[in-house]
C-alpha cells in the first residue's frame, strides 16, 4: 500500500507500508545503530518521535519480547530503506512488522533515507507524519498543527503511575530510589545486578516519600528538561540531603537544572550506538549510545564539573560534584543496544555508595 512521508517543510517523501496502516505523527529524527531496532522502538526516551533508521535493512532477526525496553513501543512511526520480511535468527517470536501490526505501530518503507537523514541534519529535526495513501495538501496541514517538543513535558505521559520494586531486592545491602523519568529496562537491571534493592517512583514524586533511601538515580526519558518543575525541585532536596545520586540522560540534564545551569535543544541530536565520549580526567575515549536531543549548557557554577565531552561537537557527556557523591552522564552506559564500554559505572556507583556509606560510619 502507497505511504508517505509528510515534513514540515514541505518535503514527501513516497513508499509503502509495513506495520500498521494508520497514521502516525512527532518529531523526525534519524538512529545510526546498525542493530538493536526493537530497543529503540521499545526505549520511552523516542516518545513522540518518528525514528528513521539509517542502517539499510532492518528487520533480519525479528522481534522477541526478551529485548523489549518498556511495555510497549514508544516511537510513533518507523522509517527504514529496506524491510526485511523473513527474520532469520532462532531468537525470533514474530517478524518486525507483525509486532508493529499487534501494537499499532505504522512504518514506511523504499524511500530515499540518505536524502531524508541529509535534510534532517542540513535544517534539523522538525515534525512529519506517516499517512496511507497517496500526497495530499491536508496531510501538511496536519503536521504544521503538530506542537514543538521544546516546552513539551513527555516524562510523565511515560513514567510508570505507581511506585514498584524491580527485580531481586533481598540481600541488598543498599536501598536505590529511581526517578523515572522514562526509564529503560536496561538500566533498572543494570542496578539491580550491580548490588542495589531498586525501588522506582513516577516522576512527579515529591522529596518526602523518598528520604528513607539510601541513594538516588534520576532516569532517561524524553521530551524538554526545563518544564520537568516537579522533578527539578526534588533533585534540588535529593542534592541537599548529601547522599549519593547518579542521573543518566534526561536525569543528567535535570540535575544540571536543579544546580542552575540551563539546556537547549540540539540541531538532530545525538542518537546512535557510535558516538565517541572522553573522560577529561582520564584521557581515555569511549564509544556510547546515545538518544538525546536536548543538552546542557554548563557555566561552572553550582559545585558541579564537567567529567565528559563529546568528542563529535564537544558538548557536555557528563559531570562530577566536587563536594558528594553525585554523577552525571548524557549517554547510555546500560547499552541496549550498543557498545558497553561505559557498563563499568553502574558497580563504580556501587562502589561510590558503599565508600561514602563507610566514610559515615568512622
Same mark, same amino acid.
Request: proline share 5%.
Given at each position: 500500500?502507497?505511504?508517505?512521508?509528510?515534513?514540515?517543510?514541505?518535503?514527501?517523501?513516497?513508499?509503502?507500508?509495513?506495520?500498521?496502516?494508520?497514521?502516525?505523527?512527532?518529531?523526525?529524527?534519524?538512529?545510526?545503530?546498525?542493530?538493536?531496532?526493537?530497543?529503540?522502538?521499545?526505549?520511552?526516551?523516542?516518545?513522540?518521535?518518528?525514528?528513521?533508521?539509517?542502517?539499510?535493512?532492518?528487520?533480519?532477526?525479528?522481534?522477541?519480547?526478551?529485548?523489549?525496553?518498556?511495555?510497549?513501543?514508544?516511537?510513533?512511526?518507523?522509517?527504514?530503506?529496506?524491510?526485511?520480511?523473513?527474520?532469520?535468527?532462532?531468537?525470533?517470536?514474530?517478524?518486525?512488522?507483525?509486532?508493529?501490526?499487534?501494537?499499532?505501530?505504522?512504518?514506511?518503507?523504499?524511500?530515499?533515507?540518505?536524502?531524508?537523514?541529509?535534510?534532517?541534519?542540513?535544517?534539523?529535526?522538525?515534525?512529519?507524519?506517516?499517512?496511507?495513501?497517496?500526497?495530499?495538501?491536508?496531510?501538511?496541514?496536519?503536521? %504544521?498543527?503538530?506542537?514543538?517538543?521544546?516546552?513539551?513535558?513527555?516524562?510523565?505521559?511515560?513514567?510508570?503511575?505507581?511506585?514498584?520494586?524491580?527485580?531481586?531486592?533481598?540481600? +541488598?545491602?543498599?536501598?536505590?530510589?529511581?526517578?523515572?523519568?522514562?526509564?529503560?529496562?536496561?538500566? %533498572?537491571?543494570?542496578?539491580?545486578?550491580?548490588?542495589?534493592?531498586?525501588?522506582?517512583?513516577?516522576?512527579?514524586?515529591?522529596?518526602?516519600?523518598?528520604?528513607?533511601?539510601?541513594?538516588?538515580?534520576?532516569?532517561?526519558?524524553?521530551?524538554?528538561?526545563?518544564?520537568?518543575?516537579?522533578?527539578?525541585?526534588?533533585?534540588?532536596?535529593?542534592?541537599?540531603?548529601? +547522599?549519593?545520586?547518579?542521573?543518566?540522560?534526561?536525569?543528567?540534564?535535570?540535575?544540571?537544572?536543579?544546580?542552575?545551569?540551563?539546556?537547549?535543544?540540539?540541531?538532530?541530536?545525538?542518537?546512535?550506538?557510535?558516538?565517541?565520549?572522553?573522560?577529561?580526567?582520564?584521557?581515555?575515549?569511549?564509544?556510547?549510545?546515545?538518544?538525546?536531543?536536548?543538552?546542557?549548557?554548563?557555566?561552572?557554577?553550582?559545585?558541579?564539573?564537567?567529567?565528559?565531552?563529546? %568528542?563529535?561537537?564537544?558538548?557536555?557527556?557528563?559531570?562530577?560534584?566536587?563536594?558528594?557523591?553525585?554523577?552525571?552522564?548524557?549517554?547510555?552506559?546500560?547499552?541496549?543496544?550498543?557498545?558497553?564500554?561505559?557498563?563499568?559505572?553502574?558497580?563504580?556507583?556501587? +562502589? %561510590?555508595?558503599?565508600?561514602?556509606?563507610?566514610?559515615?560510619? +568512622?
Amino acid at each position: 500500500m502507497t505511504t508517505v512521508l509528510v515534513l514540515a517543510n514541505g518535503m514527501v517523501f513516497k513508499g509503502r507500508s509495513f506495520g500498521a496502516r494508520t497514521e502516525a505523527f512527532g518529531e523526525v529524527c534519524f538512529n545510526t545503530s546498525m542493530s538493536g531496532y526493537q530497543e529503540i522502538l521499545t526505549d520511552p526516551s523516542y516518545q513522540g518521535q518518528i525514528i528513521a533508521l539509517t542502517y539499510p535493512m532492518v528487520g533480519s532477526y525479528g522481534v522477541n519480547e526478551m529485548f523489549n525496553q518498556s511495555d510497549r513501543p514508544q516511537g510513533a512511526g518507523l522509517i527504514v530503506k529496506q524491510y526485511v520480511r523473513r527474520p532469520s535468527s532462532h531468537t525470533a517470536q514474530a517478524t518486525l512488522a507483525e509486532y508493529m501490526i499487534d501494537r499499532g505501530v505504522p512504518g514506511i518503507e523504499g524511500i530515499d533515507t540518505r536524502k531524508l537523514v541529509l535534510t534532517l541534519r542540513s535544517e534539523g529535526a522538525m515534525n512529519g507524519g506517516i499517512f496511507q495513501g497517496d500526497y495530499n495538501p491536508a496531510m501538511l496541514e496536519k503536521v %504544521l498543527s503538530l506542537p514543538s517538543m521544546e516546552g513539551l513535558d513527555l516524562a510523565n505521559v511515560v513514567s510508570t503511575k505507581q511506585p514498584y520494586t524491580f527485580g531481586d531486592a533481598s540481600n +541488598k545491602r543498599y536501598r536505590i530510589a529511581v526517578i523515572d523519568l522514562g526509564v529503560k529496562k536496561a538500566i %533498572l537491571q543494570q542496578l539491580n545486578q550491580a548490588g542495589f534493592a531498586v525501588h522506582v517512583f513516577p516522576a512527579n514524586t515529591r522529596i518526602d516519600q523518598l528520604k528513607d533511601f539510601d541513594c538516588y538515580f534520576l532516569s532517561n526519558g524524553p521530551g524538554d528538561p526545563e518544564v520537568l518543575d516537579i522533578p527539578i525541585e526534588t533533585t534540588k532536596a535529593l542534592l541537599d540531603s548529601g +547522599k549519593p545520586l547518579f542521573g543518566i540522560c534526561l536525569g543528567h540534564q535535570v540535575l544540571g537544572l536543579a544546580r542552575g545551569w540551563k539546556t537547549y535543544k540540539l540541531k538532530f541530536g545525538h542518537r546512535g550506538a557510535n558516538q565517541p565520549v572522553q573522560n577529561i580526567k582520564s584521557k581515555r575515549v569511549e564509544i556510547t549510545a546515545q538518544n538525546h536531543g536536548f543538552a546542557v549548557d554548563a557555566d561552572g557554577a553550582g559545585g558541579l564539573e564537567v567529567s565528559h565531552t563529546n %568528542l563529535n561537537d564537544q558538548t557536555v557527556e557528563g559531570f562530577r560534584s566536587l563536594h558528594g557523591p553525585v554523577i552525571s552522564v548524557q549517554h547510555h552506559p546500560e547499552a541496549n543496544p550498543g557498545p558497553r564500554d561505559s557498563q563499568y559505572m553502574f558497580s563504580d556507583f556501587y +562502589k %561510590l555508595v558503599d565508600e561514602w556509606y563507610c566514610e559515615k560510619l +568512622k
